[in-house]
Nanobody, 120 residues
Framework: QVQLAESGGGLVQAGGSLRLSCAAS????????MAWYRQAPGKQRELVAN???????NYVDSVKGRFTISRENTKNTVHLQMNSLKPEDTAVYYC??????????????WGQGIEVTVSS
């Protein structure tokens, strides 16, 4: 079983910055994709950014140029640096990690979610 521990959320004023981190632990053979999703009140969960094992990244249009996703493979950790935050970035952010626990068995784990609140 693979567990995810998220950290770094909180309350910040518009224009400020936060850095989210997510560390994966447990029986991990390899990690493929690492990603951050978010869910705002009354809205569906959306993909914010993901990063592949070789470093390729994707971002939702609304955060391009403001957020940066990165990973530390030796620590099984993914970060989301969020700059120039806007009130519409307010949401619960979820970490998602996909990989293998053995050569034959995959895993797809989610964090419990961490709140980010941006005040205007």
């Amino acid at each position: 079983q693979v567990q995810l521990a998220e950290s770094g959320g909180g309350l910040v004023q518009a224009g400020g910055s936060l850095r989210l981190s997510c560390a994966a632990s447990g029986s991990i053979f390899s990690i493929n994709s690492m990603a951050w999703y978010r869910q705002a009140p009354g809205k569906q969960r959306e993909l914010v950014a993901n990063i592949a094992s070789r470093g390729g990244t994707n971002y939702v249009d609304s955060v391009k140029g403001r957020f940066t996703i990165s990973r530390e493979n030796t620590k099984n950790t993914v970060h989301l640096q969020m700059n120039s935050l806007k009130p519409e970035d307010t949401a619960v952010y979820y970490c998602n990690v996909q990989g293998r626990v053995t050569m034959e068995r995959n895993f797809d784990s989610w964090g419990q979610g961490i709140e980010v609140t941006v005040s205007s």
